[in-house]
């Protein structure tokens, strides 16, 4: 039997600008213009009050470490990279969300619960989704996917903002090295 890919989104109408968002090196998150609460995951109605008037914008991509659980057996199409470790990330912004963690080993020793982390992208298929690591800056892509999505200039220097910090499976080599 042949090894599965790793799953891939499929964008939706409702999720299209988040994804878009992510393709262009922004984590776009919504918020409820009648009661101002942001909100994740992306639909058209507020969770909080109710009302229809929501909105999108870029979060700072800026986050903590919420809760994790660190995977031993892992999922089709992750066989390479395990254990790794799946996280639940507090955004600045207040909404929480589930990711991956990379550039940090995947122990308990190190994946200190309300850690600062930064938003970075991985291609997967047609599609790039948010990774956190350490806001410093030190995850590296696997040589394979480049240096992220609409990074024109140098690879990963500094906030998201200026171009996101490219990341893949934990860390090894030389960026890891300083990293720790």
């Known amino acids: ?20 968002g992510a393709a262009a090196g922004d984590l776009r998150i919504q918020r409820c213009v009648d009661c101002g609460v942001a909100y994740f995951y992306p639909r058209p109605i507020c969770p909080s009050c109710g009302s229809d ?7 700072s991509g800026d986050a903590t470490l ?8 892992p999922a089709p199409g992750f066989e390479e990279e395990g254990p790794y470790a799946i996280a639940v990330v507090q955004l600045a912004e207040g909404p929480r969300m589930m990711s991956s963690i990379r550039g940090v080993p995947a122990t308990p ?7 600062p982390l930064r938003v970075a992208f991985e291609q997967r298929g047609e599609v790039w989704l948010p990774v956190f690591g350490p806001p410093n800056g030190s995850v590296a892509f696997p040589a394979s996917q480049g240096a992220g999505p609409a990074a024109e200039g140098p690879a990963a220097e500094g906030p ?11 860390a090894e080599g030389p960026a890891a090295e300083e990293a720790r």
């Open 1 to 20: 039997m042949p090894r599965r890919g790793k799953a891939v989104p499929e964008p939706t109408p409702d999720t299209q600008p988040y994804w878009d």
């Open 160 to 170: 998201a903002a200026e171009g996101p910090a490219a990341e893949g499976p934990a």
């Open 53 to 59: 008037q929501v909105e999108w914008f870029t979060a």
């Open 66 to 73: 919420y809760s994790y659980v660190i995977n031993h057996r």
């Open 109 to 115: 020793e190190d994946l200190v619960l309300d850690m």
